[in-house]
């Protein structure tokens, strides 16, 4: 059985920065395959894509927001993706989802992706 454990999340100030990790684990399931992607769900709103990494890591991808800001690396030998986020914004306050997906390209579409975290709260104060 596939996990995905988000962990890293928490209370930040403004301006300041946060390191999420998402550690997968389970039977057959072989890291290296997987396409790894964040998305996020602030309260009352839809889960939306954040940034994705191919399963190659040869390519990255980050929503428009997040763009300059936020990076997202795996490491294949701890099965672990993260997501560096500096300069945090109130409005980046979310529930952060991890997400598998694969032989991925990096999708920004939910639908995509196979196994997902039970995710880690983000709340950034103004």
């Known amino acids: 059985q596939v996990q995905l454990v988000e962990s890293g999340g928490g209370l930040v100030q403004a301006g300041g920065s946060l390191r999420l990790s998402c550690a997968a684990s389970g039977g057959t399931f072989n890291f290296n395959n997987y396409a790894m992607g964040w998305f996020r769900q602030a309260p009352g709103k839809e889960r939306k894509f954040v940034a994705a990494?191919?399963?190659?890591?040869?390519?990255?991808y980050y929503t428009d927001s997040v763009k300059g800001r936020f990076t997202i690396s795996r490491d294949n030998a701890k099965n672990t993706v993260y997501l560096q986020m500096n300069s945090l914004k109130p409005e980046d306050t979310a529930v952060y989802y991890c997400?598998?997906?694969?032989w991925g390209g990096g999708s920004i579409h939910l639908t995509e992706y196979d196994y997902w975290g039970q995710g880690t709260q983000v709340y950034v104060s103004s």
């Open positions: 997400a598998a997906d694969l």
């Open positions: 990494m191919t399963w190659s890591g040869g390519s990255t």
